[in-house]
């Protein structure tokens, strides 16, 4: 479906006064929120759905605050069929009303009164029917088993998809939901069911309690067959005096394998309530598995949702989804309090949804689950978000809105990761018990209402008596976009150790943006002492400064970013380089981790070349910690795949990855060890992964491909014996024995999908699918994407497949903008900003940059989002093109 960007302004369209009974002046179409002087009180929403038809109906009511003389008012409705509006007044007097689908593209609705009512409170009553969507947003359709089901997704702007509403966060109201559905049938929302009447031959109604005040975008139901498993009860606490209750909710046949995660859901909750002293406030908790879904999950208030593989498991599920299931849980959950107790104003501060949650993810793994190591995953994902941080069309993490695609496109790196990361750091600079103290003041002024990134900054800086300028530092890092690049010199002055330090805006070769940039950072460093290593913190809040590194060892090394804690990259010396390399074993792994990137930072800055990166990396192979061991290998990877160019360069970056790798592999083994660390089964996919897809040691492939051979043999009852691999490894194996044995291994995947309902499983087929490197078997592969039988969240798992040379890139691009209508179509707004990037990342040309813009920017006008992403993977492309011009192949 084809979606038309609506330009967004930041500001409410300018209200009029006149006398009490005089026509409103005639006003515009609103461009961005939803004018004030007709503000939402109440809704009840009341639907009729049966998930088998192709279409529903529903009544949606509305008390309005009618704030000032008007013969109309705005809203937001999207593909509604509306038979009747009843538009009663004050004094009870009803009449009928007309709706116009003014912007139908849009969502932008008209409700007509039919004359000029004064100032008073109203209630509409809209009657419609509409579609049940088949791209994953509003009240949309999905199968399991060839058994249909209906379920919602509204975040961020399909509510109005599914019923007409003020669609936008800043509106909070409670709602009464009621769902007349098949009698066969069950179904949940976000409150408590509280009756159930018949509702004529083959029909009921549920009718749910009233909920808490939510914005249009958390609410949540969903009608089928349901699996619904009863999880252990949430017991009372300091916070909280009622027991939760705690369900999971999965189609049919699936309950069973609910059960992991409903046992470790009750410790989530009880740290999110002892960390913000603030009972859950949302009277029940389902967990959703959701057949098909466009996001990872969905933080509905008493309804969360999920990807199915996140919470149907087993006891033999990759070790990859018992960790995510409980991150993603975590994460989710921490939403109730920031993002539904208390929830962004608008879709600029959407940070304050997601930041929160990643941050408090991260916490809360680490007090339940410490083996999980959530510290080196911040550290991970900040890096991450680094790369997109670094590039010129970057967002801010405070991002103006001028268009429905900077709402769509907001759910990405920046404001997770990054905005993650940036509360960590002046978490630390606080201190923790600090920044906790500002974190429940925050929460108990807005519950149950809306906030704003000053509130938040400004409970902060109370709860550590910070002025202004913790203020400014702090919006420093939200409201301009980039990676700040600190670097360091080292002096000996008058018997004291100095550490010389300035920054700037960290640019990758080829870059075309202006590095004059100043944050205030929260800098600190480590170094050496006589008998161990010292910390020291400074504010830098100007181009440069100084530190004097008390107690110093002469000469001494200098970790620049101590403990990882700081959002920035780092430079030094070549000195100074080869003595923090000389000493890397005395860092902690969060700093290990700091390291590593700041030495691909300075490889992708021109700074190193091939071989100083390869020799400073190397150390970080032989530690201890999984996340360090390989993180090492994106830049080895870009190397091999884009710097060495001849026979003998390839051999030396494959000798370092075989020292490098190998043994811990072999160490390791090609299966599960009984009770062996989590950790361990992590690192063998990871390894494995690498150096069979990557850098194709035969080795590997030999061993994997064994096991994808079994994998792909037919048991008797006729299905693949998908089970015979490990299943860590069956997704590796699968893609292995598809390039290895060709056509015949494609067709055995293409034939088993369909006929498999487990996630895991299935997940692990796309990983085959999408790995072949002969084009006319991925286009075969990518035509299967478009069919019925791979679900629309799967789609583009197949599509991004194998583009590591220019040939597959080119076989993908022949195929993709063949088939870019039906794409289309077959994928929501969500997928719009990854348009260009599933067409042409990886690319590394100006060719494959011109081809992309030339294509793309006729189009940009009817996908949302789409130039967000145009511009971030063209640029993508032309600093790899810049930087293999920059680097010298025979430095490896």
């Known amino acids: 479906m084809h979606r038309f960007v609506r330009p967004l302004a930041l500001t409410v369209l300018a209200m009029c006064c006149g006398a009490a009974l005089a026509a409103a002046p005639a006003d515009q179409v609103p461009h961005g929120t939803l004018p004030r002087w007709a503000v939402p009180e109440s809704y009840q929403l009341s639907f009729k759905v049966d998930p088998k038809q192709q279409d529903y109906s529903g009544t949606t009511t509305i008390k309005v605050d009618l704030k000032q003389a008007a013969d109309h008012l705005w809203l937001d409705g999207r593909d509604l069929n509306v038979s009747k509006v009843t538009i009663t007044d004050a004094s009870g007097h009803a009449h009928d009303g007309k709706y ?107 009718t749910f309690a009233k909920t808490q005040p939510l914005p249009t975008y958390l609410v949540a139901f969903a009608v089928g067959p349901w699996d619904i498993v009863n999880g252990p009860d949430i017991a009372p606490d300091d916070y909280r005096t009622e027991v939760l209750p705690l369900r999971g909710i999965a189609a049919h046949g699936e309950g069973h394998r609910m059960q992991h995660v409903l046992s470790e859901t009750p410790s989530i909750i009880h740290t999110l309530e002892n960390y913000y002293g603030f009972g859950y406030p949302f009277g029940k908790l389902d967990l959703l598995a959701a057949p098909d879904f466009s996001a990872g999950a969905m933080e509905n208030p008493g309804l ?35 993002g539904d107790t208390v ?205 004097v590194l008390a107690d110093a060892s002469t000469p001494t090394w200098v970790m620049p970013n101590a403990n990882a804690r700081g959002y920035y990259r780092f430079n030094l010396s070549k000195q100074e380089w080869a003595d923090l390399t000389q000493h890397v074993a005395a860092l902690s792994d969060t700093e290990q981790l700091a390291y590593a990137d700041s030495i691909d930072a300075g490889f992708r800055h021109g700074d190193l070349n091939a071989g100083d990166a390869m020799a400073a990396l190397k150390p970080l192979t032989g530690v201890t910690t999984r996340e360090v061991v390989v993180a090492p290998l994106e830049t080895i990877k870009w190397i091999y795949r884009n710097e060495a160019v001849t026979d003998a360069q390839q051999t030396n970056v494959v000798a370092w990855v075989k020292d490098a790798y190998m043994p811990r592999m072999e160490q390791l083994g090609y299966q599960r060890k009984p009770g062996e660390a989590d950790g361990d089964s992590l ?46 490894l069956l997704g590796v194996a699968l893609a292995v024995a598809v390039q290895e044995r060709g056509e015949p291994a494609l067709d055995a995947l293409i034939a088993e999908l369909p006929q498999t309902t487990d996630p895991a499983l299935r997940n692990a087929m796309l ?87 030339a294509y793309f920017e006729p189009r940009l006008k009817d996908v949302t989002g789409a130039d967000r992403g145009l511009a971030q993977t063209r640029e993508q492309t032309l600093l790899c093109a810049a930087l293999k011009a920059k680097q010298d192949p025979s430095k490896i």
């Not at 969360?304 to 990759?318: A, C, E, G, N």
């Not at 170094?527 to 530190?547: I, N």
């Not at 069979?692 to 014996?721: M, S, T, W, Y």
């Not at 076989?811 to 997928?831: E, I, K, N, P």
């Open 304 to 338: 969360v949702t999920f990807r199915d593989w996140l919470l149907l498991l087993d006891p033999d599920s990759p070790a990859k989804y018992v960790r995510g299931s409980f991150n993603v849980t975590a994460h989710e959950l921490a939403h109730q309090w920031t």
């Open 683 to 728: 690192l063998r996919s990871t390894l494995a992964s690498a150096l069979a897809l990557d850098f194709k040691l035969p080795e590997v492939r030999a061993a994997l491909l064994k096991q994808g051979d079994a994998a792909l043999a037919k048991k008797a009852d006729g299905h693949l014996n998908l089970t015979a691999a490990d299943p860590d």
């Open 767 to 853: 990983d085959g699918l999408s790995a072949t490197d002969t084009p006319a078997l991925a286009d075969k592969a990518r035509d299967f994407s478009l069919s019925k039988q791979v679900k629309v969240g799967e789609m583009a798992a197949i599509l991004r497949g194998n583009h590591d040379t220019s040939a597959a890139r080119d076989a993908l691009w022949h195929w993709f903008t063949g088939h870019y209508d039906q794409v289309v179509a077959r994928t929501g707004s969500f997928a719009g900003g990854r348009l260009p990037a599933l067409a042409g990342g990886g690319g590394c040309s100006k060719a494959e940059a011109d081809r992309l813009q």
């Open 100 to 206: 116009v689908a003014v912007a139908p593209n849009e969502g932008v609705s008209r409700i007509d009164f039919g004359s000029t009512l004064k100032p008073q409170p109203l209630t509409l009553a809209i009657e419609y029917t509409a579609p049940l969507n088949q791209q994953l947003q509003g009240l949309y359709k999905v199968s399991h088993a060839g058994v249909p089901y209906a379920m919602t997704q509204m975040e961020p702007i399909s509510a109005r998809y599914a019923f007409p509403g003020f669609d936008e966060p800043g509106f909070k109201t409670p709602y009464d939901i009621s769902l007349t559905i098949p009698s066969d049938v069950t179904a949940v929302a976000n409150t408590k069911q509280i009756s159930e009447t018949a509702a004529g031959a083959g029909w009921k109604t549920l």
């Open 343 to 547: 929830t962004l104003a608008w879709w600029n501060d959407i940070w304050l949804n997601e930041a929160f949650a990643t941050w408090m993810q991260q916490k809360v793994t680490m007090k339940v689950h410490p083996e999980y190591r959530a510290d080196l995953d911040r550290i991970s994902g900040a890096e991450g978000a680094m790369h997109n941080d670094s590039l010129t069309s970057a967002r801010q993490i405070r991002q103006p809105i001028t268009g429905n695609g900077d709402i769509e496109t907001a759910f990405d790196g920046i404001t997770y990761q990054k905005g993650a990361a940036v509360l960590g750091m002046f978490e630390g600079y606080v201190g923790e018990d600090t920044f906790q103290k500002g974190m429940r003041a925050y929460i108990q002024a807005h519950k149950f209402g809306n906030a704003t990134a000053d509130d938040l900054v400004g409970a902060i800086a109370t709860a550590a008596n910070q002025g202004p300028t913790f203020k400014h530092a702090f919006n420093s890092f939200l409201n301009q976009s980039g990676v700040p690049y600190v670097q360091t010199r080292l002096e000996q002055k008058g018997g004291k150790t100095i550490l010389h330090l300035s920054q700037d805006r960290y640019l990758p070769v080829g870059s075309t943006g202006d590095a004059n940039r100043v944050w205030g950072i929260p800098v600190c460093v480590r170094y050496a002492t006589g008998d161990g290593t010292k910390q020291s913190c400074e504010l830098l809040d100007k181009p440069t400064g100084t530190m």
